[in-house]
């Protein structure tokens, strides 16, 4: 069964402190993306990769970082880590070229930020 | 910029009814595509359903279809023969296709969904 898995179901930080969201995925995909939900908001784009070393900004960049360095991993880093980027994060990978393939998404990391 | 319109945060259906679950979206490009995601309370997301702009025929898988009016950019789910199960929030979300390579997807805001006995 194909698979997007995220290393940390729930994470409690401190403000200030440095935050790696790890994602990997085993399907081959070379497009990946990082996901935040809030409710009433639902989930808007961090910032996105299309190939390996490859990244994009999403609507809602600011305070993030992203790493990919290989293709199966995709990594989201907060720098410093503040209140209000506590959240539900998602992770998601999806094949090019297949226009009909949904985009498969992780599990979720729940980060809360005290 | 492209934009998911959700209009409806909650919905009530009683089993074995159908239900539809409006979606507008708004984008100048004329190649895109549009997913219906549930996400049950468990929080994963599962993929119902895909409809690309160029497809004539409306999108079907089982219990689920979709009504998609390209003039009036519209892509509403129909739940045909509700479950309990079918209880969750469910997200409309449009793909763009990106000059430079890749795509993205956007999201609506979501509908919350119960199914009532």
């Known amino acids: 069964d194909v698979k997007v898995t995220q290393s940390s179901r729930y994470l409690v930080k401190r403000t200030g402190e440095k935050v790696f969201l790890e994602c990997v995925q085993d399907m081959d995909h070379e497009n990946m993306f990082w996901y935040r939900q809030d409710p009433g908001l639902g989930l808007r784009l961090i910032y996105f990769s299309y190939d390996v070393k490859m990244k994009e900004k999403g609507d809602i960049p600011e305070g993030y970082s992203v790493s990919r360095e290989k293709k199966e991993r995709f990594s989201l880093i907060l720098e410093s880590a503040s209140t209000n980027q506590t959240s539900m994060y998602l992770c998601a990978s999806r094949p090019t070229g297949r226009y009909n393939y949904g985009y498969t998404f992780g599990s979720g990391t729940r980060l809360t930020v005290v | 910029a492209q934009k998911i319109t959700q209009t409806q945060p909650g919905m009530f259906v009683q089993e074995k009814e159908a239900v539809t679950l409006d979606c507008t979206y708004d984008t100048s490009d004329q190649s895109y595509g549009l997913f219906w995601y549930k996400q049950p309370s468990s929080g994963e997301m599962i993929f119902l359903i895909y409809?690309?702009?160029?497809?004539?025929q409306n999108a079907t898988e089982g219990r689920y279809s979709l009504n998609f009016q390209k003039a009036r950019k519209s892509a509403n789910l129909v739940i045909s023969a509700s479950q309990l199960g079918d209880s969750a929030m469910y997200f409309c979300?449009?793909?763009?296709?990106?000059?430079?390579?890749?795509?993205?997807?956007?999201f609506g805001t979501g509908t919350q969904l119960k199914v009532e006995l």
């Open positions: 979300a449009m793909r763009e296709d990106l000059t430079g390579g890749g795509n993205k997807l956007t």
């Open positions: 409809q690309g702009s160029y497809d004539e």
